[in-house]
């Protein structure tokens, strides 16, 4: 699903995740009307003349039939904020905003979900599915026919190949390979760099093997 309308948004996060979805809106023509951080010192140079505010609950003020929200916390393994405030305010009859780049590749049919989240260089094939309040990040790859559920973080340069199925709550690590026909159970986390060749059980982990650092030393 993709916006057919143009409110006034409410950005909420004034950090890394925030910034650069404020980028893509302002390229795009939108107006952020606020942005919710709880201290000013963490607002990023480009949301710097938009009005501040510091809480979730001064969003309230703002009638939820005139305004869109944009979900600009980030996710990470194991982080719930993202989600809580994302249920919270769909609980008070707010609406998220669909961010998609305009750089992103999204097949006409392909499937964005509420409040979803796809960036620059983002494919998105046909036949997919990308969940409510999920993120797909920057030149990460959903090929054709996959579902992913709600609130999943692909992130920068995964690659999903065909008819892969994930979970909700789902974490997908910088450039991690699923190979294709693979299901991914609910709030598990694929590291970065991991290639996933079979199924994976509900809240599993897994990691590539560490780098090994050492020093030169004299020379």
């Known amino acids: 699903m993709l916006n057919d309308d143009n409110f006034p948004l409410i950005l909420i996060g004034g950090g890394g995740h925030a910034s650069v979805l404020a980028d893509i809106l302002i390229s795009q023509g939108r107006e952020i009307a606020a942005v919710v951080s709880p201290e000013i010192s963490n607002v990023r140079r480009i949301l710097a003349d938009t009005l501040h505010i510091e809480s979730d609950e001064q969003i309230l003020k703002f ?40 750089s992103a590749l999204i097949s006409t049919h392909g499937c964005i979900g509420k409040g979803a989240q796809v960036l620059s260089r983002a494919v998105v094939n046909t036949g997919s599915y990308i969940g409510e309040n999920s993120i797909v990040n920057t030149s ?54 991991v290639v996933v060749t079979r199924d994976v059980a509900p809240k599993s982990i897994l990691y590539a093997p560490k780098s090994h650092i050492s020093t030169l030393g004299n020379r």
């Open 63 to 102: 009638d939820n039939q005139s305004v869109r929200l944009v979900n600009g916390i980030g996710l990470m393994p194991n982080s719930q904020n993202r989600k809580k405030a994302h249920q919270y305010f769909v609980s008070l009859g707010y609406r998220f905003e669909t961010v998609v780049s305009d």
């Open 140 to 193: 990460s790859v959903v090929e054709h026919d996959c579902s992913i559920g709600e609130g999943n973080h692909i992130a920068t340069n995964a690659t999903l190949c065909g008819h892969v199925v994930t979970g909700d709550d789902v974490f997908i690590g910088a450039n991690a390979t699923i190979i294709q026909g693979v299901t991914i159970g609910a709030s598990s986390i694929i590291g970065a760099g």
